[in-house]
């Protein structure tokens, strides 16, 4: 069973503080994800990575950036948070190859910066 | 471009009424579609695929290329199904997912 865990399922943070949001899949899997969900919106790719020290700009990627040196771990950074990114943060992953489309999910983290 | 658009953002049905969650796309190629759902204080997983043809708590969805639609359906709703339902495209990578806007699902007693 897959199994796709983060770090904080809530967080309150101050504008202009650095945020980091972690996660980590126990399944060897090559691509991890991070989105935003917003209602209204759907999900929104910040960012992907799909090896150890890999990543590419999702739809969203400003104000964002991410780390994976190790291939469970993919970790969010908010380098100064702001109002405007408060929203539910969900990480993903998935395999390498033809059954890749299926993403699994963690539980999200609802981030509010004040 | 690459798109996918569920016209409907909340969908409110009876139980034991049908239910119908559109799904429109628009893309170049062969799209693998799928639907997937979040179930209140649950994560987002795999309700099921178009490749897949099979029937997942009563669910199904057709692809249809001509009208470009992938709608799920189910004959009979129940309460346990009130959820937040996102309509999903494989794009030209091998990895990434276009995702819908979502429809929220809420079944009446």
């Known amino acids: 069973d897959v199994k796709v865990t983060q770090s904080s399922r809530y967080l309150v943070k101050r504008t202009g503080e650095k945020v980091f949001l972690e996660c980590v899949q126990d399944?060897?899997?090559?691509?991890m994800f991070w989105y935003r969900q917003d209602p209204g919106l759907g999900l929104r790719l910040i960012y992907f990575?799909?090896?150890?020290?890999?990543?590419e700009k999702g739809d969203i990627p400003e104000g964002y950036s991410v780390s994976r040196e190790k291939k469970e771990r993919f970790s969010l950074i908010l380098e100064s948070a702001s109002t405007n990114q408060t929203s539910m943060y969900l990480c993903?992953?998935?395999?390498?190859?033809?059954?890749?489309?299926?993403?699994?999910f963690g539980p999200g983290t609802r981030l509010t910066v004040t | 471009a690459q798109r996918v658009t569920q016209p409907e953002k909340l969908l409110s049905v009876f139980k034991g009424a049908p239910v119908e969650l559109k799904c429109n796309y628009s893309?170049?190629?062969?799209?693998?579609l799928f639907w997937y759902v979040q179930y209140s204080r649950q994560r987002l997983q795999l309700l099921l695929r178009?490749?897949?043809?099979?029937s997942i708590k009563g669910f199904t969805a057709d692809l249809n290329k001509g009208e470009t639609s992938f709608h799920l359906k189910k004959p009979f709703a129940q309460e346990e199904d009130s959820a937040m339902y996102y309509c999903?495209?494989?794009?030209?990578?091998?990895?990434?997912?276009?995702w819908g806007a979502g429809t929220k699902l809420i079944i009446k007693p």
């Open positions: 399944m060897d899997h090559e691509n």
């Open positions: 893309y170049s190629g062969s799209p693998e």
């Open positions: 999903a495209l494989s794009g030209h990578s091998n990895y990434q997912l276009i």
């Open positions: 993903a992953s998935s395999l390498w190859g033809t059954t890749s489309y299926e993403q699994y």
């Open positions: 178009h490749i897949s043809r099979e």
């Open positions: 990575s799909y090896d150890v020290k890999m990543k």
